[in-house]
């Protein structure tokens, strides 16, 4: 049962352009919420996160929005870059702070200079 | 710094082996978890160490299991391989549990079964 789920599992975009990549979670227990970037044959790497208190939070160029009520996240980078090429993982925590983060599938963002 | 040491980088075995795979934190990391990766089911969280002890399972069957040495290197093992166990293995290490913000991953390393 995937508890966390990025139904798209690619996306490719125009550099200049918005990226929108979506994910949506089962689990009204889950209280944090992180995305990661892979490059091919590197680990992840933490991007961004967000705590279940708050509905947006912002870094540079990327931004997550999270709404509670529909368990629905979505990361918008702008301008989106073919330096961001990568496959994004979304990832949440359980509740009382968990030490357990449950991952997405994973969406392949390709940028088109 | 030195980051997150994954071997080896890439393995074939047979159905039916055994497999150990390593992995060697950044200095003074003591917090190691440990992911598999496939298509099919994306990231999955295996098992975290942490001072030597488990502190974390995903629900893996009992043929994989790990440990964590004194020095906070780790390492997991696979008992009985099954095609399925096909997949790339990462490690993350972090000064603490939980710190998922400041986890460095490595490389990984691809297991294939065969």
């Known amino acids: 049962d995937q508890q966390v789920k990025q139904n798209s599992p690619s996306l490719s975009v125009q550099e200049g352009r918005i990226s929108i990549l979506n994910c949506d979670y089962t689990?009204?227990?889950?209280?944090?919420f992180l995305w990661y970037k892979k490059y091919p044959a590197e680990g992840p790497t933490f991007l961004i996160s967000?705590?279940?208190?708050?509905d947006k939070n912002e870094d540079g160029r990327f931004t997550v929005f999270l709404n509670k009520s529909a368990k629905h996240l979505s990361l918008h980078i702008v301008p989106s870059q073919p330096g961001d090429s990568a496959v994004y993982f979304c990832?949440?925590?359980?509740?009382?702070?968990?030490?357990?983060?449950?991952f997405g599938k994973g969406t392949k963002l390709t940028v088109n200079p | 710094k030195a980051g997150v040491t994954q071997t080896p980088r890439y393995l074939i075995k047979t159905r039916g082996q055994q497999v150990t795979l390593s992995c060697s934190p950044i200095?003074?990391?003591?917090?190691v978890s440990w992911y598999q990766q496939t298509p099919g089911q994306g990231l999955q969280f295996l098992f975290e160490?942490?001072?030597?002890?488990?502190?974390n399972k995903g629900n893996f069957p009992g043929r994989f299991s790990g440990r964590q040495f004194s020095n906070s290197r780790s390492e997991m093992n696979v008992s009985t391989l099954e095609l399925g166990d096909s997949a790339l293995y990462l490690c993350?290490?972090?000064?603490?549990?939980?710190?998922?913000?400041?986890?460095?991953f490595g490389q990984g390393t691809r297991l294939t079964v065969v």
């Open positions: 993350a290490s972090s000064l603490y549990p939980g710190s998922f913000e400041t986890a460095f």
């Open positions: 689990n009204s227990m889950f209280d944090y």
């Open positions: 967000i705590s279940s208190i708050k």
């Open positions: 990832a949440a925590r359980g509740q009382g702070g968990s030490e357990k983060l449950v």
């Open positions: 200095s003074g990391h003591r917090s």
């Open positions: 160490y942490f001072s030597e002890t488990q502190r």
